[in-house]
């Protein structure tokens, strides 16, 4: 089958398909409204599983867009589409999806920017106002291409806006409801402050861990502070877990698929003169080989057991997974390359060495399904504070390059999936 791209002829000295279809002056109009959308996402935002107020202001701009939209998918979340049902033979017609995360963190902003967070306690501070900016001007951009050529748009187009990514709950939700249902292949896309704005990581195969929740509870018996030897206490022996877990990772396991356990939350003891019999400890385990983090929980609960044990206590373990590791498809990986040297220009497409150990829901999204995620330089001529800081301030200049790069590659999907059709 021939491709409609080929109908088109690019402009002389412009990139070969972006230019010729004339989508960056379209951009600009629209960038200076895109920022102000993405500003008042971030004076508003809203915790996991509670994003009513963004999703509404989402499907509203999508339905502008000429996109038709479904809402309440996977409680909070957002579906919409573009393009045709049926190819002209009458074959359904592919579907290609992007997903992008809407919801905030309980973080206290320090930023002292002039659309700071107005909610005590919560602030966009992991970039999701941005990754929610950047789909709804996909939509902007695609909605106009489709006015002006529906012939270019030769597959439904399905954009998923998804809540609760930060508790890790919202991918299998709106997976339950169908939001990937016949889907081929899934972008998604992450601001990074380690690259500079204008710029893009990608990297084909591990991009983020296993990553799984931990809770120990500690047992012991109370007793009087002035005699500690008549009772048995928990958070001596909560401290010899935390500290034994940790070298018990480096002599026990393989030093070649890293383990790393962090606790983030301990909680016990209810008088300053009094033995605790009972403390709590939170924390997160993360590996990137899934056959070593399938053998995580069981090798975990031994360790602790048996650490308890041999202080005169008891454990409770409570193992839950977060999410699967997030493997970039090779194929779709290069493409989003290209795509971003075509717009961006040489050298500005990092091919990342090292995967990340934090988590990404986005893998519960590709299950049976070919997909992968790059990362969105946000670093201003300043630099930007990490991910999850209450001073985290990323580029506004990423908006336009994550618009940019995720069109194009949508496009060039269905270019290269239209010549491939019978």
Not at 239 to 263: K, M, N, W, Y
Not at 270 to 294: E, F, M, P, S
Not at 388 to 405: L, M, R
Request: proline share 6%; charged share 15%; net charge negative.
């Amino acid at each position: 089958m021939t491709s409609p791209f080929q109908t088109i002829t690019p402009a002389s000295g412009a990139a070969p398909l972006w230019g010729a279809l004339g989508l960056g002056p379209v951009l600009q109009t629209s960038l200076a409204e895109l920022i102000g959308l993405r500003r008042h996402l971030h004076r508003h935002p809203e915790l996991s599983g509670h994003e009513q107020q963004t999703a509404a202001l989402v499907a509203g701009e999508l339905r502008r867009w000429g996109w038709q939209v479904r809402e309440g998918v996977g409680r909070t979340g957002v579906v919409a589409e573009l393009g045709p049902q049926h190819l002209g033979g009458g074959a359904a017609a592919p579907v290609v999806a992007l997903r992008v995360d809407m919801d905030a963190l309980p973080v206290e902003e320090r930023t002292g920017l002039a659309y700071a967070s107005s909610q005590q306690g919560l602030m966009h501070a992991c970039g999701h106002d941005i990754h929610t900016t950047v789909g709804l001007g996909v939509a902007q951009l695609l909605g106009d291409l489709q006015r002006r050529h529906p012939e270019l748009i030769s597959a439904r187009l399905r954009l998923l806006f998804q809540p609760a990514e930060e508790t890790a709950q919202g991918a299998a939700w709106m997976r339950a409801d169908g939001a990937t249902q016949d889907v081929e292949a899934l972008f998604g896309v992450h601001v990074f402050p380690s690259l500079p704005v204008g710029t893009i990581g990608v990297r084909s195969g591990s991009l983020t861990a296993a990553a799984g929740e931990l809770e120990i509870e500690v047992l012991g018996e109370s007793g009087h502070g002035a005699r500690p030897h008549q009772s048995t206490d928990a958070i001596w022996i909560a401290a010899r877990v935390v500290s034994g877990l940790q070298e018990a990772i480096s002599r026990r396991l393989d030093a070649l698929h890293p383990v790393v356990v962090s606790f983030g939350r301990i909680e016990g003891g209810k008088a300053y003169n009094v033995i605790a019999d009972h403390v709590r400890l939170l924390g997160t385990v993360r590996c990137l080989d899934t056959n070593v983090h399938a053998q995580l929980p069981g090798w975990i609960d031994d360790t602790v057991q048996a650490l308890c044990r041999g202080h005169g206590g008891e454990a409770r373990v409570h193992y839950r997974l977060i999410a699967p590791p997030v493997h970039n498809d090779p194929g779709l990986t290069q493409l989003v390359a290209d795509a971003a040297q075509e717009v961006l220009g040489p050298g500005k497409v990092e091919w990342l060495e090292q995967p990340s150990l934090g988590a990404e829901d986005f893998a519960e999204l590709l299950q049976g399904i070919r997909g992968t995620m790059f990362r969105l330089g946000v670093a201003g001529p300043g630099g930007c504070s990490p991910l999850h800081s209450n001073t985290f301030n990323p580029d506004e200049g990423s908006i336009a390059v994550g618009i940019q790069v995720l069109s194009l590659s949508l496009l060039r999907w269905m270019a290269a999936r239209a010549l491939v059709e019978p």
